[in-house]
């Protein structure tokens, strides 16, 4: 086991006062595309923000150049499960990586995979994003509890290393908010923004909004930019 430097699970943004927040589904190495759909939204990167839902490697074929946009100081991404596996890639299970994209990684010199691990360690596992309509929150899959607050909790305070890890595993792979069709959605912010689950459209449950409309499948899918203090797509 590698060491990893110990980050914030949970990060603050303040309100973007001279630009717009933005938010993008999942990317799967597709980042061609994703810079065409900022240039069509006209984003701005001197003002505006980009934050992802995290997915930002695997199945597309530009998986590489994820380094080049973690520099980038207006890019700000949550970890997802694909993420995770690059954190954990000398102790996940490979085999459902590789079945799942992952591939590419194992091709890398062992260096070139340990700097991608300790890049992908100081991935945040929640973002919360001021704006002046109210609290944001942002995560791969799914906030696991009735409350915003229970689940920075128990990301900020785990009581046991397995508990965070059973919390983050929920955080970044559940699919039963989507699969149940369930509105009650997630008290202490105006909305909770999520991708995983590829979808035609948007999908709002509550305040919950899926945003992955499968950007990274070229052909039938589009990659969905979400204005954050209007909740409209850019
Ligand atoms: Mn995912």
């Given at each position: 086991?590698?060491?990893?430097?110990?980050?914030?699970r949970?990060?603050?943004?303040?309100?973007?006062?001279?630009?717009?927040d933005?938010?993008?589904g999942?990317?799967?190495?597709?980042?061609?595309?994703?810079?065409?759909?900022?240039?069509?939204?006209?984003?701005?990167?001197?003002?505006?923000?980009?934050?992802?839902?995290?997915?930002?490697?695997?199945?597309?074929?530009?998986?590489?150049?994820?380094?080049?946009?973690?520099?980038?100081?207006?890019?700000?991404?949550?970890?997802?499960?694909?993420?995770?596996?690059?954190?954990?890639?000398?102790?996940?299970?490979v085999?459902?990586?590789?079945?799942?994209?992952?591939?590419?990684?194992?091709?890398?010199?062992?260096?070139?995979?340990?700097?991608?691990?300790?890049?992908?360690?100081?991935?945040?596992?929640?973002?919360?994003?001021?704006?002046?309509?109210?609290?944001?929150?942002?995560?791969?899959?799914?906030?696991?509890?009735?409350?915003w607050?229970?689940?920075?909790?128990?990301?900020?305070?785990?009581?046991?290393?397995?508990?965070?890890?059973?919390?983050?595993?929920?955080?970044?792979?559940?699919?039963?908010?989507?699969?149940?069709?369930?509105?009650?959605?997630?008290?202490?912010?105006?909305?909770?923004?999520?991708?995983?689950?590829?979808?035609?459209?948007?999908?709002?449950?509550?305040?919950?909004?899926?945003i992955?409309?499968?950007?990274?499948?070229?052909?039938?899918?589009?990659?969905?930019?979400?204005?954050?203090?209007?909740?409209?797509?850019?």
């Open positions: 086991m590698h060491e990893l430097p110990e980050v914030p949970v990060k603050r943004f303040a309100a973007n006062t001279v630009g717009r933005i938010a993008v999942d990317i799967h190495g597709h980042f061609t595309r994703l810079q065409a759909a900022l240039e069509a939204a006209r984003f701005n990167p001197m003002v505006d923000r980009l934050f992802s839902v995290g997915d930002l490697i695997d199945r597309g074929p530009e998986c590489p150049d994820v380094l080049h946009w973690l520099d980038k100081p207006w890019f700000h991404p949550v970890c997802g499960n694909h993420d995770d596996y690059v954190v954990h890639f000398d102790t996940c299970d085999d459902s990586w590789i079945f799942n994209g992952g591939l590419w990684f194992t091709k890398l010199p062992l260096s070139e995979r340990k700097q991608f691990a300790a890049k992908f360690a100081g991935l945040p596992i929640a973002i919360e994003v001021e704006t002046a309509q109210g609290l944001i929150g942002i995560v791969h899959a799914d906030c696991p509890f009735p409350s607050e229970q689940m920075r909790n128990e990301l900020q305070f785990p009581e046991s290393e397995q508990r965070l890890r059973q919390v983050q595993n929920r955080i970044m792979w559940s699919r039963s908010r989507i699969d149940l069709l369930e509105t009650h959605g997630v008290e202490g912010l105006r909305a909770l923004i999520v991708g995983h689950t590829p979808l035609q459209q948007p999908v709002r449950l509550g305040n919950v909004i899926h992955d409309t499968a950007g990274w499948r070229p052909a039938i899918g589009h990659f969905t930019l979400l204005n954050l203090a209007t909740l409209e797509t850019a």
